[in-house]
T-cell receptor, first 109, second 115 residues
Framework: DAKTTQPDSMESTEGETVHLPCSHA???????IYWYRQVPLQGPEYVTH???QNTTNSMAFLAIASDRKSSTLILPHVSLRDAAVYHC??????????FGKGAKLTVSP | EAAVTQSPRNKVTVTGGNVTLSCRQT?????MYWYRQDTGHGLRLIHY???????QIGDVPDGYKATRTTQEDFFLLLELASPSQTSLYFC??????????????FGAGTRLSVL
């Protein structure tokens, strides 16, 4: 799996819309972009994924650049419960899946 | 909802000790994974398996063995534990070929301390 680059941390305030960026310049054509989030003392939790088109679900909106070399996870109206480490990872046909350190999102009241 | 159960949740052992971490999934998933998580390193893949009897090497396999006895059960073995293996261990499962959504489902983790 190709590697991704995320900021180490981001800060926000409750009610704001947060944009979490991820760079994946060497992404292959068959690789999906996945986002997971992790709160302390728990395993990562699936947030969303996409291949080429933007996607949305109850948790977030995923915006994928037209060249697929970057993506942005958009969290609307964040609450304290959205504070977590967000992992952007790529997954293709291979079964090996490696995580990086992710981006720590802090949400202030 | 997919379920991955790890045991024990906490374990303390001494250097040179023998430790087995257990993981069971009831998702009928083919793939299972063992990760360790340490401050400053994020999640690192130790071993993974795509079925009973199969074992694949991950990114940080040294000092670890693993065995997949059934589709449901995946074990991580530390035969001569060292303090550098003090960490938070996560097990996960996924159905790689289940359509395009090969989402990983994680267990709650096992905190291991090697004194």
């Amino acid at each position: 799996d190709a590697k991704t680059t995320q900021p180490d941390s981001m800060e926000s305030t409750e009610g704001e819309t947060v944009h979490l960026p991820c760079s994946h310049a060497t992404i292959s054509g068959n690789e999906y972009i996945y986002w997971y989030r992790q709160v302390p003392l728990q395993g990562p939790e699936y947030v969303t994924h996409g291949l080429q088109q933007n996607t949305t679900n109850s948790m977030a909106f995923l915006a994928i650049a037209s060249d697929r070399k970057s993506s942005t996870l958009i969290l609307p109206h964040v609450s304290l419960r959205d504070a977590a480490v967000y992992h952007c990872i790529l997954r293709g046909t291979g079964s090996k899946l490696s995580f990086g350190k992710g981006a720590k999102l802090t949400v202030s009241p | 909802e997919a379920a991955v159960t790890q045991s024990p949740r906490n374990k303390v052992t001494v250097t040179g000790g023998n430790v087995t971490l257990s993981c069971r999934q009831t998702n009928s998933h083919n793939y299972m994974y063992w990760y360790r998580q340490d401050t400053g390193h994020g999640l690192r893949l130790i071993h993974y398996s795509y079925g009973a009897g199969n074992l694949q090497i991950g990114d940080v396999p040294d000092g670890y063995k693993a065995t997949r006895t059934t589709q449901e059960d995946f074990f991580l073995l530390l035969e001569l534990a060292s303090p550098s293996q003090t960490s938070l261990y996560f097990c996960a499962s996924s159905d790689l070929w289940g359509g395009r959504q090969n989402t990983l489902y994680f267990g709650a983790g096992t905190r291991l301390s090697v004194l």
